[in-house]
């Protein structure tokens, strides 16, 4: 099983980035996908949830607006849209996958390994 999460990079304030993971050795279609971020010193949070079939999304308060999660099982590959970035956006974001509806960190039964997101002021 694996989870395969790319596209961090650094980007200045008001900047888009667009982050995907795709995902094998488990059947894609019947989980719902989230990305999470932890910065230095802070909790893991969930940022944005899809569910199994994209009928739902969800988003945290904080990024509600602004990042639109996306996937396309045919090709096992979640998205996370990332629009006018803010330096409190930088972090270590994860994907993760869930067969809960359920956005708890404990809930989750695959994790990728992250990749970084730096934005600058």
């Known amino acids: 099983v694996q989870l395969q999460a790319s596209g961090g990079g650094l980007v200045q304030a008001g900047d888009s980035l667009t982050l995907s993971c795709v995902g094998s050795?488990?059947?894609?279609?019947?989980?719902?996908q989230l990305w999470f971020r932890q910065a230095p010193g802070k909790e893991r949070e969930s940022v944005a949830i899809i569910n199994w079939d994209t009928s739902a999304r969800d988003y945290s308060d904080s990024v509600q607006g602004r990042f639109t999660i996306s996937k396309t099982n045919a090709i096992n590959t979640v998205w996370l849209q990332m629009d006018n970035l803010k330096p409190e956006d930088a972090g270590v974001y994860y994907c993760a996958a869930t067969g809960k509806a359920s956005r708890a960190i404990e809930d989750m039964h695959y994790w990728g390994r992250g990749t970084q997101v730096t934005v600058s002021s």
């Open positions: 050795g488990f059947t894609f279609r019947d989980y719902n």
